[in-house]
């Protein structure tokens, strides 16, 4: 029984000197701190506030919506199949953004900064570069068009600006440098894009579409892809140059769709261009009228005892080009009107013969 008073009374002792030496819970010093003066921000993170500020208003969200059939009594409805990024190209309420975000869409949703939501109707698209533009109905105050930079003189290391919507996550900003130049993406149409900007600013499901920016809030690309085996952001993603949207988005605009330039011929397939072992694609045949009749361009010709060869393409502007596809990619590189030359195998010679590009259909 001692034993058990003993216990009893050391307990007491010990919860009274814990009364005695701690604070009550309800004690106002026991739960914060004097706050220290900060300081000002450093000027870079001034600058990042700076650009995302002026930016952000021209960022949108953009959501695709199916219409689907329901299967027991056939009626419509509609419902979300994905998200993407966009932003204002103009006062019209021209919205450009990536061809993958729109492309399966049934109708189309853009949700400005101010939480806005407005229907939006395809303008017209450029497949093989990634880029369409869609426009909405939305009063000129409520569109700021964002600003327009320059991508041919980027150099690595510096900083860049993410804007998006990652994983529906609106007005989220990321920050990173320029990690490369010059690579080459596949566009949906299995089309090369060339001299994309690789950055490794945090780029997700969901920023695609939106706008990469330079250090001084200017656009200089698209973000149109990350390299990722989880999907996730891995350090590693892409964006179409400023220069390249520059060019394109007015000719969306204006016709709904990339004039691509050509030269008037027709070549021959993959196949006979391989059984003849040619270093080049071959002119099957020149369009009547067409600018490369008139630079005199030959086809190739049907005679009593065999195939007289056309012209074979050697190079662009001395660029080599192999087949087909490079030399639609190397042509790419110019606009309607522009002169190129040609260097091409004759019979048993090289000559060189400068061409006008045509719009092509």
């Not at 006062?91 to 949703?109: F, K, M, P």
Request: aromatic content about 4%.
């Amino acid at each position: 029984m001692k034993a058990v008073y003993i216990v009893l009374i050391a307990g007491a002792i010990g919860w009274l000197l814990l009364q005695t030496f701690q604070p009550p819970l309800h004690d106002p010093r026991a739960m914060s701190r004097p706050v220290e003066a900060r300081g000002d921000l450093a000027s870079d993170e001034k600058n990042t506030i700076e650009i995302f500020r002026n930016a952000a208003p021209s960022v949108v969200y953009i959501t695709s919506i199916a219409v689907r059939r329901n299967l027991f009594n056939l009626n419509v409805y509609e419902m979300p199949q994905g998200t993407g990024s966009g932003f204002i190209w103009d006062n019209q309420g021209r919205i450009v953004t990536n061809y993958h975000v729109i492309s399966d869409a049934g109708r189309l949703e853009v949700t400005l900064a101010d939480h806005s939501t407005w229907k939006a109707v395809l303008v017209g698209a450029a497949p093989d570069r990634d880029l369409a533009v869609v426009q909405i109905s939305a009063p000129t105050d409520k569109l700021r068009p964002i600003a327009i930079g320059e991508s041919k003189n980027l150099l690595v290391g510096q900083k860049v600006f993410a804007i998006g919507n990652p994983f529906g996550l609106d007005q989220t900003l990321t920050t990173g440098i320029v990690s490369a130049l010059g690579r080459e993406i596949t566009a949906a149409t299995g089309r090369t894009i060339h001299d994309v900007i690789q950055t490794d600013a945090a780029i997700n499901p969901g920023n695609s579409g939106g706008p990469l920016l330079d250090s001084a809030g200017r656009l200089i690309g698209v973000n149109t892809a990350i390299y990722s085996p989880s999907g996730g952001s891995s350090g590693i993603g892409f964006a179409v140059p400023v220069g390249e949207v520059n060019r394109v988005v007015p000719q969306i605009i204006a016709k709904g769709k990339r004039i691509r330039p050509g030269l008037g011929i027709g070549l021959a397939n993959q196949r006979l261009t391989s059984e003849l072992r040619l270093s080049g694609p071959m002119i099957l045949k020149v369009l009547p009228g067409s600018t490369a009749e008139k630079a005199g361009l030959r086809g190739a010709s049907q005679v009593w005892d065999g195939l007289v060869l056309g012209d074979v393409i050697l190079a662009v502007n001395g660029k080599p080009v192999r087949d087909d596809e490079e030399l639609r990619d190397e042509l790419d590189q110019y606009e309607v009107g522009q002169s190129v030359t040609l260097s091409l195998r004759r019979d048993s010679t090289e000559v060189e013969v400068k061409v006008v590009l045509e719009a092509m259909n």
